[in-house]
């Protein structure tokens, strides 16, 4: 296992996050995602500590906050040292009917901070992230807020989740005038199959010093390698129920088709193919993977000690490669002769 800066913050975290959506399951939707009680979940968890994953990431929507009870129970049983764990939730989404129970204002962060460490059984949390956009809030209120979450040392550090490249520079602009605790990473949709982020906020990333965390690193199970262009995939599969990320599948098929191929060659599954590309890619802190036993989640660990070679990455990268958009297309047009090329 390999471990990689938080952000600018000085910790390290696994390049291997443990993902707790698949807790519990909770009444309703959440139940297309996970059902796993308290013992599959404290297994997952001990398994993976074992594996040397040191991070784990919930959030207080997941199973209408179960996913954050269990996960603290977990840490009780297996009688975790405090330090040897980095507990990541989030913020934004709807914990309640009423008006203010949704969203990123102060009241709402507030209020879902405490709620949050309650379920935990934390006195803090080490990344607290918001969980999307506000478009009622002004960011300056919800950095503010965050910022004395900081102070106070419920969160010790800050980050964001689904947001657009020109939001973050934004907050990372208001935090610095300010003198605002700053977002440390962002929490982002990222797979072989979409690689979208890497027209803008990969490239914000590695300039600003921030850590991607991956969510959905196989694209919702589509990358699982039970899909196949011939095989629609199996009636149980969470993309039954609940078919998202949105993927062009015909695309992804091209691709899964060259993995099926590597993962051969080297004796292991596709997902363990997806899972080593994304790990190698740049600005990557963390990939999170969320299992729903042992068996998938050893799988998924494995994926770290997968060597992909030089022309297996190349393979990959070219069918998988992102169409040319405007501006980057000019960008990439003005920039020959500017900028060395790199080097073999």
């Avoid at 009444?27 to 074992?50: C, H, M, P």
């Avoid at 934004?170 to 005038?177: D, Q, W």
């Avoid at 802190?285 to 729903?292: D, E, L, W, Y």
Wanted: hydrophobic share 40%; charged share 25%.
């Amino acid at each position: 296992m390999k471990y990689h800066p938080l952000g600018r913050t000085g910790q390290y975290v696994s390049e291997i996050c443990l993902g707790t959506m698949t807790f519990h399951g909770g009444a309703g939707f959440w139940r297309n995602i996970g059902t796993l009680e308290q013992k599959a979940a404290t297994d997952l968890v001990r398994r993976s500590l074992e594996a040397g994953v040191n991070f784990i990431d919930t959030a207080d929507v997941y199973s209408e906050g179960q996913s954050e009870v269990l996960l603290g129970q977990a840490l009780r049983d297996l009688n975790v040292k405090r330090e040897d764990v980095i507990v990541a939730t989030k913020v934004r989404g709807r914990t309640g009917p009423g008006p203010n129970d949704v969203g990123l204002s102060r009241g709402h962060i507030m209020d879902q901070i405490a709620g949050s460490l309650k379920r935990l059984g934390l006195d803090h949390v080490d990344l607290y992230q918001i969980h999307g956009f506000d478009p009622a809030t002004p960011i300056e209120e919800t950095l503010r807020a965050l910022n004395d979450l900081v102070s106070r040392g419920l969160v010790r550090t800050i980050g964001c989740s689904n947001l657009a490249a020109w939001q973050i520079m934004k907050a990372l602009g208001i935090s610095e005038r300010r003198g605002f605790a700053r977002f440390e990473t962002v929490q982002a949709y990222y797979t072989i199959a979409g690689r979208d982020l890497e027209r803008e906020v990969v490239p914000l990333v590695l300039d600003q010093g921030l850590g991607i965390m991956v969510w959905s690193p196989l694209a919702g199970g589509f990358l699982s390698g039970k899909f196949t262009r011939d095989n629609a995939g199996p009636n149980d599969a969470r993309r039954a129920a609940f078919d998202f990320p949105p993927v062009n599948k015909d695309r992804a098929y091209d691709i899964i088709d060259a993995m099926a191929a590597i993962g051969k060659a080297h004796g292991v599954s596709v997902a363990r193919v997806a899972l080593a590309w994304l790990l190698q890619r740049p600005g990557v802190m963390s990939v999170i993977i969320g299992a729903k036993s042992i068996e998938q989640l050893n799988d998924n660990l494995a994926a770290t000690k997968l060597e992909l070679t030089a022309q297996d990455v190349a393979t990959l990268d070219e069918v998988s490669a992102l169409p040319k958009e405007y501006p980057g297309w000019m960008l990439e047009r003005q920039a020959a002769g500017r900028v060395p090329e790199p080097k073999a």
